[in-house]
């Protein structure tokens, strides 16, 4: 049998160590099918639903793994629906590379059926964006995208002809008219040195001991350093805030945590902010400025793998360009360790008044069912390595707030492209990623909806994952992202009839169970984590739950306010979910 230009590319797929592809065929990829078909033995594809499912699985992939995602579209339409996902692998600076088809070059530029350039199409999204047009690149560009996007942390694109797809392997079809011959090049990336300069690190080192009110705010670049950014915490006495996408690096029950920042984050953390006076960020390149320190109000110490996002957010006086677990390892000894605990122990206290608040809230009693109870009993019935991956709204929020980092668990979601959708298909990897770990995707009716396809793409692979959708029937964070600016809410809600997901999990071959008594919500839990395969529990929550700050500021309030005397459709109910959560509260 003659072997086909396809048949390199997934060999070399192999020898970088993917073992996975995730896709939908299509015409314009038969050759790139049948080079999986012929090495199955190497190369596991997985048939999804959706392109921008294949993407999402792609990005996931990177983020539990840590290896390249590697995600596969036909021409035309079919590589324009991955845009979403490798979006989400750029901004969430994952290495992922796409592979998509396109019609012979024969037709090239003649309008043929669904000619799009995706080429020109992937050049904002894309580090490396390369039209394969002789099967001679092979396999020497293949190295060079997975080494780009391994080195630049995002997407890397190849965009096969469906002719240079099944052309000889060996074909050369053109004259060599340059003094060059394509690069015999080798599946071997180098990550750069990690430890920043010796000279940043002294300089580094001054801040921070002369600091008297330090924090430290860690994000996904620090995934990998929790025992380092834990030990730095140590010696400085110094309280950490941690980035959503960072809500694993280290425990929240750590002494040292003191939850999140922004909306999404705690009261102490948000305080944390507006009362140190040295500030070291690690591994983040946190978006919302406004929910950091002043600028020039504190002294800012930066470590980041990339120096262009070094003092990007912040005036930093001392930036180290660095591995976060390697640089904070040899900046440790630096550092003087400070014996006045009482910096840390304020906001201890402050943390522990706050986990009692957020376990009131998790009140069994109320009706109609309060989400922070529903996220509760997930996270008091998973194990303690299971890894919960969430979808974007008000569901990020009570993950953030009731999803208990501790042991090995893990937790993934949309960090900085914050799109709808991502849950299902971010499980779906991690579980095929990590068989023998519990995976929970925690998502809302709007994001579930979009792409609930891909439960029976679990279920036919046998993946034991277990869906939770927290379902209010409407688009609750923007809802409440409505009100914040002073507006009744308009065109979330999405009325009669209600979904009930779990009829599409059962007609699925899963579990399906919908949920809408309190009584029944922890049971109802345990049984789809115990289910050997797919599960999936629909529980009505309380549409009119605000996913409030963790710190209230006045024109927030003013803004709330302004909504109601507008005409807020929901004013009573909402008022009286409010009343009912600091009734548990003070009730505690």
Known sequence: MTEIAAEVLIRRLADWGVDTVFGLPGDGIN??????????????????????????????????????????????????????????AKLDHQPVLAITGMQETSVLGTGYQQEVHLDRLYEDVAEYNLVVDNPAQLPGVVDIAIRTAYARRGVAHLCLPNDVQVAPA??????????????????????????????????????????RRPAILAGAGALHAREE??????????????????????PDDSPYAVGGIGLLGTKPGEEL????????????????????????????????????????????????????????????????????????EKYQKAMAEWRKNMAALENPERAPIAPQYLIGC???????????????????????????????????????LATMAPGLPYAIAAQLAHPDRQVIAFIGDGGFAMLMA??????????????????????????????????PEHG??????????????RSCGGYGRKVTDPADV?????????????????????????????KVARDQAVKFAEAFLKGQPHKAAIATTLFKDKISQLGR
């Open 31 to 88: 050759g790139i099918m049948e080079g999986l078909r012929r090495h199955t033995d190497r190369v596991r594809f997985v048939l999804v639903h959706h392109e921008e499912a294949a993407a999402f699985m792609a990005a996931a992939h990177a983020k539990a793994t840590g290896r390249i995602g590697v995600c596969l579209a036909t021409s035309g339409p079919g590589g324009i629906h991955l845009l979403n996902g490798l979006y989400d």
């Open 170 to 211: 060996d074909a050369d079809p053109y004259q060599h008219v340059a003094p060059a011959r394509p690069p015999a090049t080798a599946p071997i990336y180098l990550s750069p040195p990690g430890v920043p300069r010796q000279e940043d690190l002294r300089a580094a080192a001054e801040v921070l001991n002369a600091a």
């Open 229 to 250: 950014v834990l030990a730095i915490a140590e010696a400085l006495g110094a309280p950490v805030i941690k980035t959503l996408p960072g809500k694993a690096v280290i």
């Open 273 to 344: 902010v507006e009362d140190c006076d040295t500030l070291l960020m690690v591994g983040t390149n946190f978006p919302y400025t406004k929910h950091l320190p002043e600028p020039g109000r504190v002294r800012v110490v930066q470590i980041d793998a990339d120096p262009a996002r070094a003092g990007v957010r912040m005036p930093t006086e001392v930036p180290m360009v660095g591995d976060a677990k390697e640089g904070l390892a040899a900046l440790l000894p630096l550092l003087h360790r400070v014996d006045d605990r009482a910096h840390l």
């Open 378 to 416: 997930v996270d008091r019935a998973a194990s303690n390595d299971a890894i919960l991956t969430c979808d974007s709204g008000t569901i990020a929020t009570w993950a953030a707030r009731h999803w208990t980092i501790r042991g090995d668990r893990e937790f993934y979601l949309s960090g900085n």
């Open 454 to 487: 891909e439960f029976l793409t679990a279920a036919r692979l046998g993946l034991p994952i277990t869906v939770v959708v927290n379902n209010n029937d409407s688009l609750g964070q923007i809802l409440w992202e409505q009100m914040v600016l002073g507006y």
């Open 492 to 505: 979330v809600r999405f009325g009669e009839p209600s979904s009930d997901f779990s009829a599409w999990a």
């Open 522 to 550: 922890d049971e109802a839990v345990r049984q789809a984590l115990a289910h050997p395969g797919p599960a999936l529990v629909d529980v009505d929550v309380d549409p009119n739950e605000p996913p409030m700050p963790g």
